[in-house]
Every structure is written in C-alpha cells, then in structure tokens.
C-alpha cells in the first residue's frame, strides 16, 4: 500500500495527529487510531447509521468518509457529547424514556438527534421520525427514541 | 491480558459510548481475520490454496444451542473450511490474517481456489425431484415429519389455500464476532452471543478440544435475534489462528457476510386445507409443510419440520388434525432461528386460514375465533399443550374495543399460544464479597436488559437494594453450567433461577449466623450459591394483537396501529415489556411489509445489503400500543415469556388488516409491494 498521509484534526475539543493510509476510512481512525469505540459499525453501506458523527457541524455516516478527508476537520463523537460527568440533555433523555436496548445503535442515534435538536430545537414528531430515518434500530420499533428526542427537546428548551 | 467488562448500569454506559462489544478489544499482538469464501452457490473444489484451508484445518460444525435438538443426519457433515465441494455463496473456504483487516483482507489475494460450477438447486420446491446436493445422500430430505391421524372429511365447508413465508435475515445492528486468545494451555473466547456454553460445546466439539481448556466470555452483544446461539465456521477458524500463531484473533463480520452466511429464518410453505360447519367451527385440518432447509442437514432443518406442525392448531379446539411436513435441502445458507423460530410460522398459517373461514361463512373474524376457542386446556392431536383461550380472547376483545372500532376502522386479529423453549432449564450463581452482591444468569440479555430483573429479583429475594447488586456478563468460568438466552425463556428460567440461587446463598448465611444474621451482617460476610432452575409445568401461554390499516392519499395499505394483549404473567420490568412488545411489533411489521432475503436462480443474493433486507424506518412505525393480561404463572416470580409474541401474533392481524383495507387475500409474506396498492383512489 502506498506511504501514510499526515492528518491533523480536532475530535471531540482535543487536537489529533494521525498517520493513515489514503484508503483509511475516518470510522476507523476514529476507533481504532484514536481508541473512541463509541462509534459503531453496523451495515458498511452508510444504510444504518450506527457510526454517525458530526463532521464540521453536520452529521455524517463515519463509515463511507475517508480519514484525509477530516483532515483540518473539526469532530465530534458520542463520547463528546457529555461535558465531564454532565451528560447532555440527549443523553439524559434517551435514559429516562429508554430509548434503547441493545445500546449498538445508540451513540449514532444520539449524534443524529443532537445534529436534529441543534437544526431544529422543538421538532414536531414528523420531524423527529424524518430526524433520525438515516439511523435503523433492531430493537426499540423506535417508539422510545422518538418519545426520547422529544423529550430532549423539552430539556434544552426548558433551561433557555 | 484480560478484558475488563464494567457492571455499571448498561442505560448509562451505552449512552456515553461505553459499551464493551466484541469489536472494541484491542489486545497485544492482535491479528484480524478475512474469511474466503464461495462465489458460487455449489461448484466442486478442484484446489485450493493459500493462507488457512480445509487441508490444515480438518474440522466440521456441531450443532449446539437452539440449533441442537433435531435429527441429524450423520452422513453428511458441514465443513469449517470447504474442500470438495461448496454449497451456497459465501461458504467459508480459506481465511487469512492480517495486522488489521485492512491488511487481511489485501491477504485474500494470496488465497487461489479452482472450482468447477454445477447447477445449484435453489427451489425448495423442485429440490426432491432434483439429484442430491450430496453425494453422500440419496436425495435432498433433512427431515420428515408426520403428526396427528388421517382422516375422512365430511363437513359443509372446504377451505384450502397455499401460504408462504420468504426467508429473512435476523440483521442485528452488531454484525456477528469474536475474539480468540490462546496462553499455551488455555482458550479464551470473547464473544457477541446468545450463549457463552453453547460456543464451549460447539467449539470443543469441533476442534476436539476438552471444554475445561475453553472459556468463553459474553461481551456487551448488540442484538441477536437467533443469530448468535449456535457457533459458526469462521469461529472455529479464528480460535485455530489463535493457537497457531499464539498471538489474539478477531474476527468481525460485515453486512454483506451477515446477509450471505448467518442462518435465516422462516422459508416455510404451508398447504392448509381446513374442514368446518356454517357455523364457523373447525372440525379438522390438514397441512402439508415444506421448509428450504438450505444446505447442510444440520441445525434448523432437523427439527424444524416436526416443531411448526406441532404449533399449527394454536389456541383453538380442532378435534381431527393431519399434518406431515419436510425439510429439503437448498445451495442457500443454512436455515436457523429468527425471532420466533416456527411459531411465527404456525400461527400465520393458522390465523389466515381463520380469516378465510370467516370470509367464506359471512361471519366476523372475531365471531369465527371465538367459535373455535376452547373454555379448557387440552392437548391437541398434533401433540401441544394448550391454555384455555375463550376467556382470555374475550379479555382481548374488550381490551381492544374491537366491536366499537370494528364500525369504523378496517382491522385484523390474530390469537396465538406462545411455546416458549422452556425446557432444558438455566442456571444462576448469587455471591455476596466485600459489602457488595454479584449475579450471573447462564444465558444473558443481548439487549433485553435481563439485568434488570435479575438485580430486581436479588434485591427481594435477600434484602439488598438494588444499588449494591451487580449484574454480571455471563462467562463459563463463573457458573458451572449453563444453557442460553432465546425462546423467549430467560426471564422465567433465567429468573427462576436467579430466586432460587438467592434462597440458597441466604438459607446458607442463615445457617452459618444462626440468630446474629441479619441483612448488615450478609453483607459482611462472604457466601456464594448457584442454582439450576428447571420448571415441572408447561408454560405456554396466550397472546392477541389487533391492526388497523387505512389506504393512504396516494392509494396504498399501510399500517396506522398495532394493538397487543399479551399474557405476560407478572411483568418483571414493566418498560422493558413495552420496549419488547414494541421491538417486535417493528419486527412482525416487516414480516409484512418488506423482510425477506431473494436469490436468483444462480444462487446469487439479490439482496446483499442491510436496505435490501428490508427493515423498518422510524418513518414507517405505526403507533403501537402495548397492553398486557396479567394470568398467574406456575412459577414463583411470577414470570411469563414475552419476547417472540409479537412475531408471532403482528403478522397475521396486519395482513388481515391489509386485506381488509384493500379488499384482496394475501397469502405471502412479505406482502409484494405493488399489491399494496388500492385500484381506486379514496375520495378526498
């Protein structure tokens, strides 16, 4: 394979340095250069969503972005959305309605949802549901994600 | 080089992207393994070579866990690693490692295999009359099954009608995998799974390895769904890899392998033909099963065929019944469990050949249900224990509000017996060290969150809150046996054991601080106490579901609500009961509207992507509402199963409620998409 590129980029407030193969898939910089294993793959065909990030702002599927293409990039994963202990109000949400089971689908639904809220701070359910379609869940039937955006919404707005 | 698993509350573990799966190891040393595999769905092998092979790895698959259990048919075994012929694409062949998979699967170059394609046998209804698949067989039977006595006909009404279920993948959102490390003596797996002793046993067996040089760990596992019971061949590759080269391998699977290689479910054709009065009462039945048992005789096609037959009479009282059925083998994978695992099957079967007594009668569907239920249990002549099922369907329909709704909306009804797997038994341990209490279940959540029921359970059964009990990751080293999580069985083995490991370590710290115990000084001292718990009574038990379809604006049947009624005992984790009543409902909705795996005639898959498959998007869900009858159950703590009811029962109420909408029989799932559309648009 041909020589390494060098990288730098922001994940999660912290400056990252990074040597990769052109082909190097930003998932994989993110999980296994940078140990953040948070982000999931599910499917490898950007379908199901469970490696979503926010890239620069906006959420991406982490598994069909190349890491050069993060290059200068500002990141943000799952385990950015906390501040220290504080977890954040999707965080909060998606524990108190149970918006989730098996926990696999999770940091991509949370990413997805605050790249919803961040757009849009008081979503109607249509809203939501359109929100987080790029994101598939096995377990929930996402009744309980729904009911958790929603109630996330209602934190955020309530501490305005 | 241990793995550390933290005990903390999964909920806020998961949501800070904590969770430990199998994937998120990374150990010293570690290599990754690409698996080689068939592009055709049956050729001869002329040779191979490169990196690990059938040559060196000389090993076959057991069929362990929910897939153990059949008739096996001992002349044919299912290579690890193909060597003379393969049979389906995706068949395992070689592997290679790498320093990551990136490098493995560049390695894949190094591997060369000649093979000279044969025509696959692909219809399951063409395979009898097709040449063996294996040589080694006289033709493509994998099992045969025939319950209940013949009999002559003579009733009024004749129904007969030709059902099918597609195959459909169980696409957990975490795609199968392990990680296998070797010290010299000792094998340790780590392991996404429905069962830590299943993978010992498979494992063992297919290696030839004593099971007390194996220890297998549960990681946090991202869904299962039946996938992740048994063991399959690229575990077997990677542990070899790892004694080989003494250094950690993992293996991962991608989608696309999970789509070509993890067992599917379902595959059933059911010819049913029902005798009944104009007053709606069934009198006898007869069926004829076919099942696309894929193609290996292992695993799923032995058993199968008898386990779906047996189910067909449900809940209802129908005195005669005939059912013979058979499992043939297909170039597909193999057929395995998808939540549900044959009820699903039965009930669809059954369900529909209800509604069409009703259609032919001129009778409501609840009206023709009703007739055929049963105010005693009994054992039908198809040989399963039935409850009672009048009074809980007439709880269902005033629970429903059926006669109400029925004036205004177009609905269907299912009413079905859920068989859990309850037999076989599980274990628990209970141990109390340093002020704080542990437990294991021998088969654990893979994502059910049995966590939570099993700290509930301790807290009562000992006095301990719930804030000093930690749930623990099942592991074969910590019990001494167990069996696994599927069938929906955990929550009353699982948790009847847990009750009685409980009542063992607390009569034992009782027994040793005579008059001084008391909860404080439990907690001072040091116990352990592991249980067996294997239940004497059946525990069936019953469920209904009602669906409302309307026809969109633009013309097509869509689903607006699912309405359950499930028998659930006492509902341990009442959240829980509505997170999986929901989940299922997703599920048992793309049973319908989309879910199946297709091949062409080639035996190429057509459906190679997690899109493809068909799942549900949170902009499809219906509104769903999760009600439960609480029945006593014959077990202590009070638990029913729960898990695979709505598969079994959100099929059947949604078809009908998709027929009745749209004013035409559908006879198979999923439902073909253009006939889904209305010929007429409503009015506005």
Known sequence: ?160 | MAVEIDSEDPERFFVRGKGRYVDDIKLEGMLHLHVVRSPYARARVISVSGGITGNELRASMEAVGEDAGGEENTSVSFPVLATETVNYVGQPVAAVLGDDRYEAEDRADEVDVQYEPLTPVMDPERSLESGPIHRQMKDNLVAESVLGKDFKANAPIELEDTLRMARMSPNPLEPRGLVAAYDGSMLTVYASTQSVFSWREGLAGSLGMPEDKIRVVQMDTGGAFGSKGGIYPEYVVAAHAAMKTKRPVKWIENRYEHLMTTDQGRGVRAKMKVYAERNGKVKGLKADLLIDAGAYPVGGGGWVASWISSQLIGPYYIPKAYATSRAVLTNKVNLGPYRGAGRPEAAFFMERMMDKVADETGLDQAEVRMRNTTTKGWTTPLGRKTPPSKPFFNEALRAFKYSSRKKKEKLGLSLFVLVPASSGGESAKVAVKGGRVKVWMGGNSHGQGHGLFAKMLASKELGVPENLIDFQHTDTSALSSGVGSWGSRTAMLGGGAVVEASRKLKAAAKKKLGKRYSKARLLEGEYEAEAFFKPKDFLNSLGANMASARITKVGMGTIDEVVSYYDVGTPLTPYMVESQIEGGTAQGLGEVMYEQVLYSEDGQLLTPSIADAGLIHSTEMPKVVAMTGTHRSSLKHGAKGLGESPTIGVPPAATRALEVALGRRFSYLPIEQEKLWAVELPKE
């Open chain 1, 1 to 160: 394979m041909a020589g390494k590129i060098h990288i730098s980029l922001t994940v999660n407030g912290k400056e990252r340095e990074a040597n990769v193969q052109p082909r190097r898939l930003l998932v994989h910089l993110l999980r296994e250069d940078l140990g953040l294993t948070g982000t999931h793959v599910g499917c490898d065909t950007t379908h199901c969503g469970a490696c979503t990030v926010m890239l620069n702002g906006k959420a991406v599927k982490s598994c069909t972005v190349l890491a050069v293409q993060a290059d200068g990039a500002e990141v943000l994963t799952v385990e950015g959305l906390a501040e220290g202990e504080e977890l954040s109000a999707v965080q909060r949400a998606f524990i108190a309605k149970h918006g989730l089971q098996c926990g696999y689908c999770t940091p991509g639904m949370l990413i997805a949802a605050h790249a919803l809220l961040q757009n849009n701070p008081d979503p109607t359910d249509e809203e939501i549901r359109d929100g987080i379609s790029g994101n598939l869940c096995r377990c929930t039937g996402y009744t309980k994600i729904i009911d958790s955006v929603r109630y996330a919404a209602k934190i955020k707005n309530a501490h305005k």
